[in-house]
C-alpha cells in the first residue's frame, strides 16, 4: 500500500478513503472528510443530529445511541422530542464522540468562519 492515503492522525494516522476516513487507533470508519462540511447552514438540533449520526454509523457509538430518536420525530422534523432535553443530551453526546474522532491537529465543532457550517477543522497553530 503506498502512503498516498495516509495523514498523521491523532492515535497516530488516519487513512482517507473518498468520503470517509478510518480512525488507526480504533479502526473505525467515520462517514466525513476532514476539511468538508458535514452540515452546513442550519444549528437545527432535528438537522444537526441526523447528520452526525450519519458520520458515525459504522462506529460502537452509534450502536449504543442509534435507538434514542423516537420513531415519531424521525417521521416528523416538527416533533416536539427535537426541543426537548433529551435531544439536547443526545446532541452534546454526538458532539464528544464525534471530537474524540478527530483526527490530530483538527478538531470537531463549527467552523471558525461560520458557526452553522460542522465538520472535522483543521486548528490554528
Same mark, same amino acid.
Given at each position: 500500500m503506498? @502512503?498516498?492515503?495516509?495523514?498523521?492522525?491523532? $492515535?497516530? #494516522? !488516519?487513512l $482517507?478513503?473518498n !468520503? +470517509?476516513f %478510518?480512525d488507526?487507533?480504533?479502526? @473505525?470508519?467515520?462517514?466525513?472528510?476532514p476539511g468538508e462540511s458535514?452540515?452546513?447552514?442550519?444549528m437545527r438540533?432535528? &438537522?444537526? %443530529?441526523?447528520a /452526525?449520526l &450519519?458520520?458515525?454509523?459504522?462506529?460502537p457509538?452509534y450502536v449504543?445511541? +442509534?435507538? !434514542?430518536i423516537?420513531?415519531h420525530a +424521525?417521521?416528523?422534523?416538527? !416533533? &416536539?422530542?427535537? @426541543?426537548s &432535553?433529551?435531544a439536547a443530551? *443526545?446532541?452534546? #453526546? *454526538? /458532539?464528544?464522540?464525534l471530537d474524540? $474522532?478527530s483526527p490530530? =491537529?483538527?478538531? /470537531?465543532g463549527a467552523? *471558525? =468562519?461560520? =458557526? #452553522?457550517d460542522?465538520?472535522?477543522w483543521k +486548528?490554528?497553530?
Open positions: 503506498s @502512503n498516498a492515503g495516509l495523514h498523521a492522525g491523532r $492515535y497516530p #494516522s !488516519a $482517507y478513503l !468520503a +470517509m %478510518i488507526e487507533r480504533t479502526q @473505525n470508519r467515520l462517514h466525513a472528510v458535514i452540515s452546513h447552514g442550519t438540533t432535528q &438537522d444537526l %443530529i441526523p /452526525f &450519519d458520520v458515525i454509523r459504522d462506529t457509538e449504543q445511541v +442509534m435507538n !434514542a423516537p420513531a +424521525m417521521e416528523d422534523k416538527e !416533533a &416536539d422530542w427535537w @426541543n &432535553d433529551d443530551g *443526545l446532541l452534546e #453526546s *454526538l /458532539f464528544d464522540t474524540s $474522532y490530530e =491537529g483538527y478538531y /470537531f467552523h *471558525l =468562519g461560520d =458557526g #452553522s460542522y465538520g472535522f +486548528m490554528d497553530k
